[in-house]
């Protein structure tokens, strides 16, 4: 059974730091790019940040490019988001996400798994 496992998510303060993680039991994980999501209450998910097959290219939304860093593990089919200077509008639950090549897009119809998510909450 495909799973991805998301961890990391709390309740920081503005300019905290947090780092989630997203462990996969897929066996393509190594073949395929990964990506972060976001979902704040009553609006769509949001592309995050995305990471190559084999981590060499990266991409961010404009709304985190400075303060989040997408990588991976391939041999622990991990793959990790850091998170810093938190702002009260990163407030969402986060999604990791397989891709359906090993390099793939911004749209979540380019992704093939996702996880159950994991909610991070920053207070002003």
């Known amino acids: 059974q495909v799973q991805l496992v998301e961890s990391g998510g709390g309740a920081v303060q503005a300019g905290d730091s947090l780092t989630l993680s997203c462990t996969a039991s897929?066996?393509?994980?190594?073949?395929?790019?990964m990506a972060w999501f976001r979902q704040a209450p009553g609006k769509e998910r949001d592309f995050v940040a995305t990471?190559?097959?084999?981590?060499?290219?990266?991409y961010y939304a404009d709304s985190v490019n400075g303060r989040f860093t997408i990588s991976r593990d391939n041999a622990k089919n991990t793959v990790f988001m850091q998170m810093n200077s938190l702002k009260p509008e990163d407030t969402a639950v986060y999604y990791c996400?397989?891709?359906?090549?090993?390099?793939?897009?911004?749209?979540?119809?380019?992704?093939?798994?996702w996880g159950q998510g994991t909610q991070v909450t920053v207070s002003s």
């Open positions: 996400a397989e891709g359906r090549a090993p390099i793939t897009g911004l749209s979540t119809g380019a992704y093939k798994y």
């Open positions: 990471i190559s097959w084999i981590g060499d290219a990266t």
């Open positions: 897929t066996t393509t994980f190594s073949n395929d790019a």
